[in-house]
C-alpha cells in the first residue's frame, strides 16, 4: 500500500492558520449583512482558532530552542503548554460565545438578511477547513504508516490540536449548514439559535478533549503500550543485560521520548566494557523507538556470592 506523502508540521499549522483567518474574515463581512447567530458562531468559532493558532506557532518555535543549563533537556514540553492554552482559548472565545450569541437569538430572535449568502459562506468553510483537516492527517498518518497508529503512537501535540481545530470546524460548519437550511425550507427562525448552541456545544466538547489530552502530557503521561514493549524488547536483547529492573519511557515534548532504565548487567565487566554495553542499549532503544532523544541508564550491581560477602 502507498504510504501518504509526509507533510512538515509548521506547514500543517501554517495552513491552519490561513484557514481560520479567511473564515474570520469572510465570517465578519456576512455576520454584519445577515445578522445570522450560526454565521456569528462561525465568526467566534474562527477567532478562536486565529488566536490558538498563533499560540501553536508560537509553541512550535519555543519548543525548538536547543538546551542550555537552565533547561538540560530542552524546552521541547512547553509544546503541550501551548497547546493548553490553545484548548482554553477555543473553549471560552469560540464554546462561550456561540452559546452566548445562540440563547440570544432563541429568546429574542432578529430576522436573517440575505440567508443565501449565509449559505454559501458556510459551504466555503467547509471546503477550506477539510483542506487543512487532509494535510494534518498526511502528517500524522506518514508518521507511522497510518492515521489511527499515528494518534496512539506519537504525542505530536501541535498538529494533533491543530487537526482536532480545524475538524471541529468542518462540523460546526455543517452543524450550521443544516440549521440554516431547516431556517430556510421551514422558515422558522429558531433554527438559527439553535444551530449557533450546536456549534457552541460541539467546540465546548472537544475544548474538553483537547485540555484532557494536554493535561495528561504536561503531567508525564507514559508512551502507548506498543511502544513501550519495543524498547523493553530492544533492552533485554542487548548482550550481557542481566534484568531489566525498571523502566519508564514518557514524552518529553512534541514527538521526543524520555526514557530511564535501570539494568542489572553481567558480573565482573570491566569499565570500558561497561560503557560499551551501555552505548549498545541506547543505540538499540533508538533503532526501536527513534523518537527517543534521551535515555538515562542506571546500573545496579548483581549481589555478590554468599562466600564473598563476609568479605566486604
Avoid: C
Avoid at 41 to 64: C, H, I, P, T, Y
Avoid at 168 to 186: D, K, M, N, Q, R
Avoid at 187 to 194: H, N, P, S, T, V
Avoid at 273 to 297: F, G, K, L, N, W
Amino acid at each position: 500500500m502507498r504510504m501518504p506523502r509526509s507533510v512538515h508540521p509548521r506547514r500543517v499549522v501554517t495552513i491552519s492558520l490561513l484557514v481560520n483567518v479567511l473564515d474570520v474574515l469572510t465570517n465578519l463581512v456576512v455576520v454584519l449583512i445577515t445578522g445570522s447567530a450560526v454565521i456569528f458562531a462561525g465568526l467566534a468559532m474562527g477567532l478562536a482558532d486565529v488566536f490558538g493558532s498563533v499560540l501553536l506557532v508560537v509553541g512550535e518555535r519555543r519548543a525548538r530552542r536547543p538546551r542550555d543549563a537552565r533547561y538540560p533537556f530542552g524546552y521541547a514540553r512547553e509544546a503541550f503548554f501551548w497547546a493548553l492554552l490553545s484548548a482554553v482559548v477555543m473553549l471560552v472565545v469560540g464554546g462561550g460565545l456561540s452559546l452566548l450569541r445562540g440563547w440570544q437569538q432563541v429568546v429574542a430572535p432578529q430576522p436573517i438578511a440575505w440567508p443565501s449568502l449565509a449559505l454559501g459562506v458556510i459551504v466555503l468553510s467547509i471546503l477550506t477547513n477539510t483542506y487543512a483537516v487532509s494535510l494534518a492527517i498526511r502528517n500524522l498518518a506518514a508518521r507511522e504508516g497510518g492515521l489511527r497508529a499515528a494518534l496512539r503512537a506519537t504525542a505530536a501535540p501541535l498538529v494533533k490540536t491543530s487537526l482536532l481545530r480545524d475538524t471541529i470546524g468542518v462540523l460546526s460548519s455543517v452543524v450550521g449548514l443544516g440549521a440554516l437550511l431547516l431556517y430556510v425550507t421551514a422558515d422558522w427562525l429558531l433554527f438559527d439559535g439553535i444551530g449557533a448552541i450546536g456549534v457552541g456545544a460541539l467546540t465546548v466538547v472537544f475544548a474538553i478533549v483537547v485540555i484532557s489530552e494536554a493535561r495528561g502530557l504536561i503531567a508525564g503521561r507514559s508512551v502507548p503500550h506498543e511502544t513501550a514493549q519495543l524498547i523493553r524488547d530492544a533492552v533485554s536483547s542487548a548482550p550481557k543485560v542481566v534484568a531489566l529492573n525498571r523502566m519508564a519511557a514518557v514524552y518529553a515534548g512534541g514527538d521526543e521520548i524520555l526514557v530511564d532504565l535501570d539494568l542489572d548487567l553481567a558480573e565482573n565487566l570491566e569499565t570500558v566494557e561497561i560503557e560499551s554495553v551501555i552505548d549498545d542499549v541506547q543505540a538499540r532503544v533508538r533503532a526501536a523507538a527513534p523518537e527517543a532523544r534521551t535515555i538515562r541508564v542506571d546500573l545496579n550491581s548483581p549481589p555478590l556470592p554468599r562466600w564473598r560477602r563476609g568479605r566486604r
